[in-house]
């Protein structure tokens, strides 16, 4: 029966073919609801299946592009084709398509979970990657082995496939005439040229389908598992540019939102203190007790003793966002305000060469000194180059700690060792200074000194025990800084670059998955308590001018923590749609309507879409998500990034 099935005239063993390549898509698909769990934890298997009937319209698109080769060679007009010979080098064709298809099906299974979204054409950027990826690359197959194994066993199931399914000739395929047949594969092969652009386009419909598509049949939550990654890398090729939108005339944006800051209106003496902004790597807010005090009964200790104890000396806010899930993308929000509301990061952007104002450049005016520090090999994710660019006088990275029995094995200096060499470099810099510093250990694959090895517990997830020993190295950096004599003229404002892996639901909505810290200290200052306006990383360049009392106007797409007559906001964008959480709601917006809308200090889940019942906060959020999608494009584009 099945050796039946498998045989047939030449178009139906295409269309098995294709059709194999569609259950293959499905499967992917179901292993990546399957590794990811977590993430989708309202929906039942049987809430899945109608997603997984809504992704075949996206994994026609994606078959049509990435068999597209297999599928010419099949229909072109050449009677040959049918040969043996011919044969083998479409099974080639095929097979090559389905490695690379399946490759990128299946590095979301667990990607996925450090960025929350479909990979994208960025992930080809190798300077947005940086060398360590390379030198990672046989890291990652050995802790994800399993996906190789899969990635095999499917590989050898497509040629087994391939090569049973046999082409009969009838008994009168040669008798037809050779014109006759000609002219009708001329026609079949116009045809499948036709309807491979309009399966394509996904339809035919006015405008073809996008990432955005998939909201139609889904949560925003959950659009992930309706597409397919070779969809979304596909559809954000060669969109690295930004468009010049104007939704609104130049008076009534800068009615709604303008980026433009001044505290000129304070007359209060500039303070010359040091500042030190320290980025922590992967420190989801999930990750801290003191934020999660209501976490198992109230027994939840986290994973961070020393921060939790510091948070209680400081102040600081309970509603902070990352502007992005990815480093390359959080150094240009915390250091310049500027977050990337566009499908590459700024950094490794077109517009990476744009003049900016930087939270360096603008203290430089005022007599600091800047450094920034990273213990990764220099030119990881163009942090040297972006440094330069942002106005700091000095990088420190690898190169110059100069002592490789430091080095982690991967991805560069232990943390606890990195940050003792700040302190000593502090102590030779001229006063004020402004450093920046982001540490790497707790950075997949969450390597930890062997001396540790059995000091910190292994937590719920393998980056927690990461997590621990850079707050253990952050307890002795602030041990050994606190001795200087400088130390409490120095500001110290303690972030994350984004967020990582979770296991708590709250963590793993749309706008959970951007919670991080945001600590402000200053030894013997009124810098103490809780605040919950929401902020973001944009926030901390302008807050910390504002706090010194700096009085000229600069760009910034953030607003002062410190100004209460703002309207505080937190924007991002991801796979094409943007969310700004604004009056404790999350909107999600497509670039021209909403797509939903959660009041999300009463439904921290995202469950209930309000975007139909809210109508007025939906419209405030609307009007102020276009206000800064226009300033943002035309600043960027435009080279408008520092005020004359």
Known sequence: MMKKLLTGGYYKIFFLRIVFAFFLFSLTRI???????????????????????????????????????FILLSFIPFHLKRNSIYQKILLVVYVFSTIVVLIFNLLDCEFFKFEVARTTS????????????????????????????????????????????????????????????????????????????VGFRGGLQLRPISIMTASEYTSVNNVALVLNTPFTIIKTLGKSGI?????????????????????????????????????????????????????????????????????????????????????????????????????????????????????????????????????????????????????????????????????????????????????????????????????LSSHHPYKIPEKYALKFSTGKLPIHKSIMYTDFALKRFFQNISQKPWFDSTLFVITADHTSESVHSQYQTRAGMYAIPLIFYQHNSSLKGESAIITQQIDIMPSVLDYLHYNKNFISFGESVFDTSAIHFAVNYTNETYQIVYKNFAFIFD????????????????????????????????????????????????NKMVLN
């Open 591 to 638: 670039g021209k309507s909403g797509i939903s809308l959660y009041d999300i200090s009463k439904d921290n889940l995202m469950k209930n879409n309000l975007i139909n019942n809210s109508l007025i906060i939906k419209k405030e959020a609307e009007q102020k998500i276009k206000a800064i999608i226009q300033s943002y494009n035309q600043r960027i584009s435009k």
């Open 122 to 197: 960025d992930f080809f950027n190798v300077q947005g990657l940086g060398s360590d990826f390379y030198t990672l690359l046989p890291q990652y197959i050995k802790d994800f082995w399993y996906l190789s194994v899969i990635l095999i066993v499917l590989v050898f199931l497509t040629i087994k496939f391939f090569i049973n399914t046999k082409i009969v000739l009838k008994n009168n395929q040669y008798v037809e005439k050779l014109i006759h047949l000609y002219v009708k594969e001329i026609f079949i092969f116009i045809t499948c040229v036709i309807l491979g652009v």
């Open 31 to 69: 292993l990546f609801f399957i590794f990811n769990r977590q993430y989708f934890q309202e929906l039942s298997f049987g809430d899945f299946l109608p997603l997984l009937f809504y992704g075949l319209r996206f994994d026609l698109s994606a078959i049509i592009a990435c068999y597209s080769p």
């Open 243 to 439: 468009k010049n939108i104007e939704y609104f005339d130049n008076k009534t944006l800068k009615s709604i939102y303008s980026p433009v800051r001044s505290y000129s209106s304070n007359k209060k003496t500039f303070k010359k203190l040091n500042v030190v902004v320290v980025i922590l790597e992967s420190f989801s807010k999930e990750y801290f007790g003191y934020f999660n005090k209501n976490f198992d009964n109230g027994n939840y200790k986290g994973y961070t003793p020393f921060l939790d104890s510091l948070i209680r000396e400081s102040l600081v806010f309970t509603n902070a966002y990352a502007n992005g899930k990815r480093s390359i993308e959080a150094i240009p929000a915390i250091l310049a305000s500027i977050p990337s509301l566009m499908n590459d990061a700024y950094i490794t952007s077109m517009y990476a060469g744009n003049n900016i104002n930087s939270i360096s450049s603008l203290l430089k005016q005022n007599g600091y000194y800047s450094a920034f520090f990273h213990g990764g090999a220099n030119g990881t994710m163009g942090f040297d180059n972006f440094a330069k660019t942002a106005g700091f006088d000095n990088y420190y990275g690898r190169n110059e700690y100069n002592n490789e029995k430091d080095f982690d094995g991967k991805w560069g200096i232990y943390d606890e060792e990195f940050l003792q060499y700040t302190i000593k470099k502090f102590e030779e810099f001229p006063k004020p200074f402004i450093a920046g510093i982001f540490t």
